[in-house]
Protein backbone atom coordinates (compact mmCIF):
# COMPACT_ATOMS: atom_id res chain seq x y z
CA UNK A 1 0.00 0.00 0.00
CA UNK A 2 1.48 3.44 -0.45
CA UNK A 3 1.78 5.97 1.38
CA UNK A 4 -0.31 8.24 -0.35
CA UNK A 5 -2.93 5.66 0.52
CA UNK A 6 -2.21 5.32 3.89
CA UNK A 7 -3.09 9.06 4.24
CA UNK A 8 -6.31 9.14 2.43
CA UNK A 9 -7.64 6.42 5.23
CA UNK A 10 -6.30 8.36 7.87
CA UNK A 11 -8.00 11.44 6.59
CA UNK A 12 -11.37 9.54 6.30
CA UNK A 13 -11.64 8.87 10.30
CA UNK A 14 -13.15 11.63 12.03
CA UNK A 15 -11.83 14.22 14.54
CA UNK A 16 -14.69 14.51 16.75
CA UNK A 17 -12.40 14.37 19.69
CA UNK A 18 -9.33 16.35 19.17
CA UNK A 19 -9.64 18.17 21.96
CA UNK A 20 -7.91 15.76 23.98
CA UNK A 21 -8.20 15.56 27.76
CA UNK A 22 -6.46 17.83 29.51
CA UNK A 23 -5.95 20.27 27.02
CA UNK A 24 -7.18 23.72 27.74
CA UNK A 25 -8.79 23.26 23.98
CA UNK A 26 -10.60 20.55 25.56
CA UNK A 27 -11.59 22.35 28.95
CA UNK A 28 -12.75 25.59 26.32
CA UNK A 29 -15.23 23.39 24.69
CA UNK A 30 -17.24 21.95 27.63
CA UNK A 31 -18.35 25.61 27.37
CA UNK A 32 -20.88 24.59 24.50
CA UNK A 33 -22.64 21.80 26.66
CA UNK A 34 -23.66 24.73 29.13
CA UNK A 35 -25.20 26.56 26.52
CA UNK A 36 -29.28 27.31 26.19
CA UNK A 37 -30.48 23.80 25.30
CA UNK A 38 -31.43 25.39 21.60
CA UNK A 39 -27.25 25.61 20.96
CA UNK A 40 -26.03 23.02 23.62
CA UNK A 41 -24.48 19.48 22.48
CA UNK A 42 -23.73 16.99 24.57
CA UNK A 43 -20.19 16.03 26.67
CA UNK A 44 -17.46 15.14 24.82
CA UNK A 45 -17.72 11.28 24.58
CA UNK A 46 -14.55 10.76 26.39
CA UNK A 47 -16.39 12.35 29.71
CA UNK A 48 -17.71 8.45 29.60
CA UNK A 49 -14.97 6.38 28.66
CA UNK A 50 -11.32 7.74 29.61
CA UNK A 51 -9.50 6.44 32.67
CA UNK A 52 -7.80 9.37 33.00
CA UNK A 53 -11.11 11.86 33.02
CA UNK A 54 -12.52 9.29 35.56
CA UNK A 55 -9.26 10.05 38.07
CA UNK A 56 -10.16 13.48 37.19
CA UNK A 57 -13.79 13.28 38.20
CA UNK A 58 -12.74 11.75 41.62
CA UNK A 59 -11.00 15.08 42.49
CA UNK A 60 -13.79 17.39 40.69
CA UNK A 61 -16.73 15.93 42.41
CA UNK A 62 -16.75 12.75 44.34
CA UNK A 63 -13.79 14.22 46.73
CA UNK A 64 -15.95 17.20 47.31
CA UNK A 65 -19.58 16.51 46.84
CA UNK A 66 -22.36 15.49 48.94
CA UNK A 67 -22.69 11.55 48.21
CA UNK A 68 -25.97 9.42 48.76
CA UNK A 69 -25.33 6.60 50.53
CA UNK A 70 -28.54 5.00 51.95
CA UNK A 71 -31.70 6.05 53.43
CA UNK A 72 -31.62 7.01 57.31
CA UNK A 73 -34.48 4.21 58.13
CA UNK A 74 -31.77 1.63 57.43
CA UNK A 75 -29.89 2.67 60.69
CA UNK A 76 -32.75 3.47 62.87
CA UNK A 77 -31.52 1.84 66.14
CA UNK A 78 -28.20 2.57 67.55
CA UNK A 79 -25.47 0.17 66.61
CA UNK A 80 -27.43 -0.17 63.10
CA UNK A 81 -25.00 -0.15 60.81
CA UNK A 82 -24.85 -0.83 56.79
CA UNK A 83 -21.18 -1.08 53.66
CA UNK A 84 -21.53 0.47 51.26
CA UNK A 85 -18.91 1.64 48.53
CA UNK A 86 -18.05 4.47 45.90
CA UNK A 87 -15.44 5.45 43.62
CA UNK A 88 -13.43 2.43 45.52
CA UNK A 89 -13.93 4.07 48.85
CA UNK A 90 -15.39 1.46 50.96
CA UNK A 91 -17.94 3.16 53.58
CA UNK A 92 -19.42 2.25 57.26
CA UNK A 93 -22.35 3.97 57.94
CA UNK A 94 -23.55 3.57 61.89
CA UNK A 95 -25.80 4.74 64.08
CA UNK A 96 -23.87 5.73 67.91
CA UNK A 97 -25.15 5.11 71.47
CA UNK A 98 -26.68 8.80 71.42
CA UNK A 99 -28.36 8.11 68.19
CA UNK A 100 -26.34 10.16 66.07
CA UNK A 101 -25.29 8.89 62.01
CA UNK A 102 -21.88 8.47 61.64
CA UNK A 103 -19.85 7.29 58.56
CA UNK A 104 -16.26 6.42 58.59
CA UNK A 105 -14.16 4.23 56.17
CA UNK A 106 -14.37 0.52 57.17
CA UNK A 107 -10.91 -0.25 56.15
CA UNK A 108 -9.21 -1.54 59.18
CA UNK A 109 -6.09 1.23 60.54
CA UNK A 110 -4.24 -2.00 60.64
CA UNK A 111 -3.87 -4.22 57.55
CA UNK A 112 -6.55 -2.68 55.76
CA UNK A 113 -8.98 -5.54 56.34
CA UNK A 114 -12.27 -4.29 55.81
CA UNK A 115 -13.81 -4.25 59.42
CA UNK A 116 -17.25 -4.80 58.74
CA UNK A 117 -19.33 -6.01 55.47
CA UNK A 118 -23.04 -6.04 54.52
CA UNK A 119 -25.50 -4.80 57.35
CA UNK A 120 -26.57 -5.88 60.96
CA UNK A 121 -26.39 -4.33 64.69
CA UNK A 122 -23.17 -4.17 66.41
CA UNK A 123 -22.41 -2.65 69.97
CA UNK A 124 -18.77 -2.26 68.47
CA UNK A 125 -16.78 -3.34 65.08
CA UNK A 126 -13.85 -6.31 65.70
CA UNK A 127 -12.15 -6.66 62.30
CA UNK A 128 -12.17 -10.80 61.78
CA UNK A 129 -8.11 -10.75 60.92
CA UNK A 130 -6.37 -9.70 64.23
CA UNK A 131 -9.38 -8.46 66.29
CA UNK A 132 -8.46 -4.71 66.69
CA UNK A 133 -11.88 -3.28 67.99
CA UNK A 134 -13.62 0.08 67.15
CA UNK A 135 -16.35 1.83 68.39
CA UNK A 136 -19.51 3.04 66.71
CA UNK A 137 -17.87 6.09 66.40
CA UNK A 138 -14.64 4.71 64.82
CA UNK A 139 -12.94 5.04 68.05
CA UNK A 140 -10.29 2.24 68.17
CA UNK A 141 -10.81 0.89 71.46
CA UNK A 142 -8.41 -2.59 71.46
CA UNK A 143 -5.33 -3.67 69.48
CA UNK A 144 -4.44 -7.31 70.94
CA UNK A 145 -0.67 -7.68 71.39
CA UNK A 146 0.71 -4.60 70.85
CA UNK A 147 2.34 -3.65 74.19
CA UNK A 148 5.59 -4.21 72.25
CA UNK A 149 5.06 -2.04 69.26
CA UNK A 150 7.18 1.24 69.95
CA UNK A 151 5.38 4.10 70.27
CA UNK A 152 2.37 2.62 69.53
CA UNK A 153 -0.70 4.96 70.27
CA UNK A 154 -4.67 3.78 69.74
CA UNK A 155 -5.55 7.82 69.29
CA UNK A 156 -3.41 7.31 66.39
CA UNK A 157 -5.45 4.72 64.30
CA UNK A 158 -8.74 4.84 64.34
CA UNK A 159 -11.39 4.93 61.44
CA UNK A 160 -11.16 8.39 59.64
CA UNK A 161 -14.66 9.76 59.61
CA UNK A 162 -16.64 12.03 57.17
CA UNK A 163 -18.91 14.70 57.02
CA UNK A 164 -22.50 13.29 57.18
CA UNK A 165 -26.04 15.18 56.51
CA UNK A 166 -29.78 13.97 55.88
CA UNK A 167 -31.82 15.29 52.90
CA UNK A 168 -35.58 13.85 52.78
CA UNK A 169 -34.57 10.29 55.23
CA UNK A 170 -31.39 9.83 52.54
CA UNK A 171 -28.14 9.88 54.00
CA UNK A 172 -25.58 11.68 51.92
CA UNK A 173 -21.56 11.65 53.23
CA UNK A 174 -18.73 14.03 51.95
CA UNK A 175 -14.95 13.59 52.65
CA UNK A 176 -14.13 17.27 52.88
CA UNK A 177 -15.19 18.11 56.04
CA UNK A 178 -15.05 21.93 54.58
CA UNK A 179 -17.96 21.31 52.06
CA UNK A 180 -21.26 23.59 52.54
CA UNK A 181 -23.83 21.99 53.77
CA UNK A 182 -25.98 20.36 51.00
CA UNK A 183 -29.82 21.06 52.41
CA UNK A 184 -29.75 24.74 51.50
CA UNK A 185 -28.71 24.36 48.27
CA UNK A 186 -31.56 21.92 47.37
CA UNK A 187 -34.66 24.46 48.88
CA UNK A 188 -36.00 24.30 45.16
CA UNK A 189 -36.26 20.87 44.79
CA UNK A 190 -38.05 20.66 48.68
CA UNK A 191 -40.58 22.25 47.68
CA UNK A 192 -41.13 19.78 44.41
CA UNK A 193 -41.51 17.16 47.14
CA UNK A 194 -42.82 18.93 50.42
CA UNK A 195 -46.08 17.01 49.75
CA UNK A 196 -44.86 13.89 49.41
CA UNK A 197 -42.91 13.52 52.53
CA UNK A 198 -39.98 12.05 51.67
CA UNK A 199 -38.36 11.84 54.51
CA UNK A 200 -41.55 9.83 56.59
CA UNK A 201 -42.17 7.47 53.65
CA UNK A 202 -41.13 3.65 54.05
CA UNK A 203 -40.58 0.76 51.39
CA UNK A 204 -38.27 -2.77 50.87
CA UNK A 205 -34.87 -2.07 51.74
CA UNK A 206 -33.30 -2.86 48.45
CA UNK A 207 -31.78 -6.09 47.62
CA UNK A 208 -28.45 -6.40 46.12
CA UNK A 209 -27.03 -3.40 44.37
CA UNK A 210 -26.58 -4.01 40.24
CA UNK A 211 -23.66 -3.92 38.48
CA UNK A 212 -23.59 -1.96 35.27
CA UNK A 213 -21.67 -1.77 32.98
CA UNK A 214 -21.49 1.53 31.53
CA UNK A 215 -20.53 5.28 32.97
CA UNK A 216 -22.29 6.53 35.83
CA UNK A 217 -23.12 9.54 33.58
CA UNK A 218 -24.81 7.57 30.97
CA UNK A 219 -27.23 6.34 33.72
CA UNK A 220 -27.61 9.24 35.16
CA UNK A 221 -29.32 11.11 31.72
CA UNK A 222 -31.44 8.26 31.13
CA UNK A 223 -32.88 8.56 34.61
CA UNK A 224 -33.41 12.06 33.40
CA UNK A 225 -34.76 12.08 29.77
CA UNK A 226 -38.16 12.70 28.80
CA UNK A 227 -37.49 12.63 25.51
CA UNK A 228 -36.94 8.62 24.66
CA UNK A 229 -40.06 8.14 26.82
CA UNK A 230 -42.58 7.77 23.70
CA UNK A 231 -40.16 6.25 21.57
CA UNK A 232 -38.27 3.35 23.52
CA UNK A 233 -40.90 2.74 25.56
CA UNK A 234 -43.84 3.28 23.25
CA UNK A 235 -46.77 0.88 24.56
CA UNK A 236 -50.05 1.08 26.88
CA UNK A 237 -47.21 1.39 29.89
CA UNK A 238 -45.73 4.64 29.07
CA UNK A 239 -47.51 6.28 26.64
CA UNK A 240 -49.65 8.16 28.92
CA UNK A 241 -46.52 10.12 30.61
CA UNK A 242 -45.74 11.95 26.93
CA UNK A 243 -42.41 13.20 26.39
CA UNK A 244 -44.52 16.29 24.95
CA UNK A 245 -45.78 17.22 28.32
CA UNK A 246 -42.23 17.82 30.25
CA UNK A 247 -41.54 21.19 31.93
CA UNK A 248 -38.41 22.61 33.35
CA UNK A 249 -39.05 25.13 35.89
CA UNK A 250 -36.75 27.79 36.62
CA UNK A 251 -33.83 26.98 39.41
CA UNK A 252 -31.71 29.03 41.38
CA UNK A 253 -28.07 29.47 40.46
CA UNK A 254 -26.82 27.65 43.56
CA UNK A 255 -28.80 24.43 43.45
CA UNK A 256 -27.25 21.65 43.89
CA UNK A 257 -30.34 19.77 42.10
CA UNK A 258 -32.54 20.25 39.22
CA UNK A 259 -35.82 18.62 37.84
CA UNK A 260 -38.03 17.98 35.63
CA UNK A 261 -42.41 17.85 35.58
CA UNK A 262 -43.95 15.14 33.09
CA UNK A 263 -47.60 16.13 32.35
CA UNK A 264 -50.25 12.71 32.53
CA UNK A 265 -53.05 12.32 30.14
CA UNK A 266 -54.53 11.60 33.50
CA UNK A 267 -54.78 11.67 36.96
CA UNK A 268 -53.43 9.66 39.58
CA UNK A 269 -51.41 7.31 36.46
CA UNK A 270 -48.99 4.84 37.63
CA UNK A 271 -46.67 2.35 36.30
CA UNK A 272 -48.56 -0.65 35.47
CA UNK A 273 -50.62 -2.48 33.65
CA UNK A 274 -53.91 -0.55 34.56
CA UNK A 275 -52.01 2.68 34.29
CA UNK A 276 -53.43 4.07 37.37
CA UNK A 277 -52.63 3.88 41.08
CA UNK A 278 -53.56 0.86 42.89
CA UNK A 279 -51.15 1.88 46.61
CA UNK A 280 -52.31 4.31 48.76
CA UNK A 281 -51.79 7.90 47.32
CA UNK A 282 -49.59 10.24 49.00
CA UNK A 283 -51.82 12.40 50.48
CA UNK A 284 -51.12 15.93 50.50
CA UNK A 285 -51.22 16.16 46.42
CA UNK A 286 -52.89 18.74 44.51
CA UNK A 287 -54.74 18.10 42.07
CA UNK A 288 -51.53 19.02 39.69
CA UNK A 289 -49.25 17.18 41.34
CA UNK A 290 -51.55 13.98 40.79
CA UNK A 291 -51.72 14.56 37.67
CA UNK A 292 -47.86 14.57 36.94
CA UNK A 293 -44.81 12.89 37.82
CA UNK A 294 -42.12 14.34 38.46
CA UNK A 295 -37.96 13.66 38.01
CA UNK A 296 -35.33 14.62 40.25
CA UNK A 297 -32.13 14.72 40.88
CA UNK A 298 -28.99 15.30 43.27
CA UNK A 299 -26.02 14.66 41.78
CA UNK A 300 -23.58 12.70 41.18
CA UNK A 301 -25.47 10.22 43.07
CA UNK A 302 -29.20 10.09 43.36
CA UNK A 303 -32.00 10.47 40.97
CA UNK A 304 -35.76 9.94 42.02
CA UNK A 305 -38.83 9.01 40.29
CA UNK A 306 -41.76 10.65 41.76
CA UNK A 307 -45.46 9.44 41.03
CA UNK A 308 -48.58 9.66 42.88
CA UNK A 309 -47.81 6.49 44.63
CA UNK A 310 -44.54 5.93 44.61
CA UNK A 311 -41.13 7.15 44.61
CA UNK A 312 -38.56 5.21 43.04
CA UNK A 313 -34.75 5.87 44.31
CA UNK A 314 -31.79 5.18 42.49
CA UNK A 315 -28.15 5.50 44.34
CA UNK A 316 -25.51 5.56 41.74
CA UNK A 317 -21.86 4.64 42.83
CA UNK A 318 -18.97 4.29 40.28
CA UNK A 319 -16.59 2.29 40.69
CA UNK A 320 -14.36 3.07 37.07
CA UNK A 321 -14.46 4.93 34.25
CA UNK A 322 -16.98 2.08 32.26
CA UNK A 323 -18.94 0.68 35.30
CA UNK A 324 -20.94 1.48 37.98
CA UNK A 325 -23.05 0.19 40.86
CA UNK A 326 -26.43 1.29 41.36
CA UNK A 327 -29.03 0.42 44.67
CA UNK A 328 -32.46 0.75 43.87
CA UNK A 329 -35.61 1.35 46.01
CA UNK A 330 -39.24 2.39 46.61
CA UNK A 331 -40.99 4.32 48.73
CA UNK A 332 -44.51 4.67 49.92
CA UNK A 333 -46.70 6.57 51.59
CA UNK A 334 -47.29 5.69 55.80
CA UNK A 335 -49.43 2.86 56.02
CA UNK A 336 -49.36 1.61 52.10
CA UNK A 337 -47.17 -1.42 53.51
CA UNK A 338 -49.75 -2.31 55.91
CA UNK A 339 -52.71 -3.51 53.10
CA UNK A 340 -52.63 -7.20 53.19
CA UNK A 341 -52.71 -6.98 49.15
CA UNK A 342 -49.84 -5.28 49.38
CA UNK A 343 -47.06 -7.20 47.86
CA UNK A 344 -49.81 -8.63 45.33
CA UNK A 345 -49.52 -4.93 44.30
CA UNK A 346 -46.31 -4.60 44.44
CA UNK A 347 -45.76 -7.75 42.08
CA UNK A 348 -48.24 -6.05 39.37
CA UNK A 349 -46.71 -2.58 39.44
CA UNK A 350 -43.00 -4.11 39.70
CA UNK A 351 -43.54 -6.54 35.97
CA UNK A 352 -44.40 -3.03 34.77
CA UNK A 353 -41.37 -1.49 35.88
CA UNK A 354 -39.27 -4.45 35.23
CA UNK A 355 -39.99 -4.18 31.26
CA UNK A 356 -39.13 -0.59 31.64
CA UNK A 357 -36.00 -0.58 33.39
CA UNK A 358 -35.05 -3.27 31.07
CA UNK A 359 -35.76 -1.53 27.59
CA UNK A 360 -33.57 1.48 29.59
CA UNK A 361 -30.46 -0.66 30.61
CA UNK A 362 -29.86 -2.54 26.90
CA UNK A 363 -30.24 1.77 25.66
CA UNK A 364 -27.50 2.63 28.36
CA UNK A 365 -25.24 -0.84 27.56
CA UNK A 366 -25.40 -0.21 23.87
CA UNK A 367 -24.73 3.97 24.44
CA UNK A 368 -21.50 3.31 26.49
CA UNK A 369 -20.46 1.18 22.91
CA UNK A 370 -21.26 3.34 20.94
CA UNK A 371 -19.38 6.36 23.10
CA UNK A 372 -16.46 4.06 22.62
CA UNK A 373 -16.35 4.26 18.86
CA UNK A 374 -14.21 7.00 16.77
CA UNK A 375 -17.44 7.86 15.54
CA UNK A 376 -19.15 8.98 18.45
CA UNK A 377 -20.10 13.30 17.96
CA UNK A 378 -21.05 15.73 19.79
CA UNK A 379 -24.31 15.39 19.42
CA UNK A 380 -27.13 17.91 19.57
CA UNK A 381 -30.14 18.53 22.41
CA UNK A 382 -33.52 18.57 21.85
CA UNK A 383 -35.73 20.85 23.70
CA UNK A 384 -37.14 17.92 25.80
CA UNK A 385 -33.73 17.46 26.86
CA UNK A 386 -33.38 20.41 28.85
CA UNK A 387 -32.59 18.03 32.12
CA UNK A 388 -29.15 16.86 30.05
CA UNK A 389 -27.84 20.79 29.76
CA UNK A 390 -29.22 20.50 33.31
CA UNK A 391 -26.42 18.34 34.38
CA UNK A 392 -24.57 19.83 32.24
CA UNK A 393 -24.81 22.96 34.02
CA UNK A 394 -23.89 21.27 37.24
CA UNK A 395 -20.79 19.36 36.11
CA UNK A 396 -19.32 21.92 33.43
CA UNK A 397 -18.69 24.47 36.79
CA UNK A 398 -17.21 22.19 38.98
CA UNK A 399 -14.19 20.45 36.40
CA UNK A 400 -13.00 23.85 35.31
CA UNK A 401 -12.46 24.59 38.96
CA UNK A 402 -10.91 21.48 39.42
CA UNK A 403 -8.41 22.34 36.45
CA UNK A 404 -7.38 25.40 37.83
CA UNK A 405 -7.00 23.66 41.26
CA UNK A 406 -4.77 21.29 39.47
CA UNK A 407 -2.86 24.02 37.41
CA UNK A 408 -2.02 26.02 40.23
CA UNK A 409 -1.44 23.21 42.77
CA UNK A 410 -3.89 24.01 44.90
CA UNK A 411 -5.70 20.74 44.39
CA UNK A 412 -5.43 18.67 47.68
CA UNK A 413 -4.18 15.16 47.47
CA UNK A 414 -5.79 14.12 50.55
CA UNK A 415 -8.96 15.74 51.46
CA UNK A 416 -9.07 16.41 55.46
CA UNK A 417 -11.15 14.33 57.29
CA UNK A 418 -12.15 13.95 61.16
CA UNK A 419 -10.21 11.11 63.46
CA UNK A 420 -12.89 10.93 66.11
CA UNK A 421 -11.65 11.02 69.80
CA UNK A 422 -7.93 10.39 68.90
CA UNK A 423 -6.59 13.93 69.17
Not at 183 to 204: F, K, S, T
Request: with cysteine; hydrophobic share 40%.
Amino acid sequence: MALGDLNLMTDAIPSTQAETFPSDAFFDSLASSIQPVGEANMLPPLCYTDAAFYEFEKTALFDREWLCVGRESWVAKPGDYFTTSIVGEPLLIARNAEGQIRAMSAVCQHRAMLVAEGHGQRSSFVCPYHHWAYSLDGVLLGAPAMDRSIGFDKNDFCLPRFAVEVWQGFIFVNFDLTAPPLGPRLRAVDEVLANYHVAQADGPRPGEPMSLAWNWKVMFENNNDGYHANKLHRGPLHDFVPSRLATFPELPTDTAGYFRHNGTTHADAAFNATQKAVFKRFPDLTDEQRSRMSFVNVPPTLSLVVTCEMVIYMILRPDSAQTHQMDQGLLFAPEAMDDPLFQGKLDLSMSSVSHIVAQDLHVDEMVQIGLRSRYAKRGRYSWQEEAQRQLNSWLVPRYQVARDMLRSGSARAVIPMAVVGCT
